[in-house]
């Protein structure tokens, strides 16, 4: 028999266990390198570019960036959503280290490459690799268990 799940359902389940679960204590493990992806924000490929920055504008979405021609990228607050027509199929999570939300060179963070060592390192598979023997803007993509993208997009 196949059980619906409904928001209401759902939000009772993540209720359920997170007081349990933030009571418990952790064992003491050994402390990893923080993986540092940098600023988050999705990428929607749309069919029409100012049919779709004219709806994110009513959201209260301002654009900050981009060419005008075939992207803008987003704000409201710290939420940020890249706009792209014509550039590629399906919508991506997009990570840009280096960057902080107004786009703009952090003074720490981690390479990408190293970002991408680390996950091939724990047997992550790449759709598209940086080129480690470069340094400076690079990016490179995985896929989720359910075929989401995720790019690391480093701009520096």
């Known amino acids: 028999m196949k059980t619906r799940v409904t928001r209401r359902t759902a ?69 940020i959503i890249g706009i792209f027509q014509g550039m590629f199929d399906k919508n991506i999570l997009t990570f840009n280290p280096g960057w902080d939300t107004n786009a703009q060179k952090v003074p720490n963070f981690t390479d990408v490459r190293e970002l991408q060592r680390r996950l091939k390192a724990q047997g992550v598979k790449f759709t598209l690799e940086a080129d480690e023997k470069t340094t400076g803007p690079a990016g490179c993509m995985v896929a989720d268990p359910d075929g989401n993208q995720i790019l690391l997009d480093q701009h520096v």
Do not use: C, W
């Open 11 to 79: 939000a009772r389940a993540i209720a359920a266990t997170a007081i349990p679960l933030a009571a418990q204590t952790p064992a003491k493990q050994p402390k990893e390198q923080s993986m540092q992806l940098g600023v988050f924000s999705i990428s929607l490929s749309v069919k029409d570019l100012s049919v779709s920055r004219a709806f994110y504008e009513k959201l209260g979405f301002k654009v900050f960036a981009g060419d005008g021609k075939g992207y803008h990228i987003l704000r409201n607050g710290d939420a």
